[in-house]
């Protein structure tokens, strides 16, 4: 799943990633939302140990030479 962009130094697309991707059956879902008055991604959801699952991720592809610079972050 693909959200919409945040102006942050990474700009790239960021991917829910679920167990599902090996037979689990954790669920989560990733929002845009604003926390503290500055927008941010929200991962929520239900983590399962079933089927030998058990995590919930969200990623992004950064190209070679893109380093995160995140001294700006607390």
């Known amino acids: 799943m693909d959200i919409e962009e945040l102006p942050l130094p990474v700009k790239a697309p960021w991917r829910l990633v679920t167990d599902q991707v090996m037979g689990g059956v954790s669920r989560a879902r990733l929002s845009r939302r604003v926390h503290d008055d500055r927008e941010a ?5 239900e983590v399962s140990t079933a089927n ?23």
Do not use: P
């Not at 991604?41 to 959801?45: D, F, M, Q, S, T």
């Not at 058990?54 to 380093?67: H, N």
């Open 41 to 45: 991604y929200c991962l929520e959801g």
């Open 52 to 74: 030998n699952g058990g995590f919930v991720q969200m990623a992004v592809e950064l190209d070679r030479g893109q380093g995160a610079k995140v001294a700006a972050y607390d």
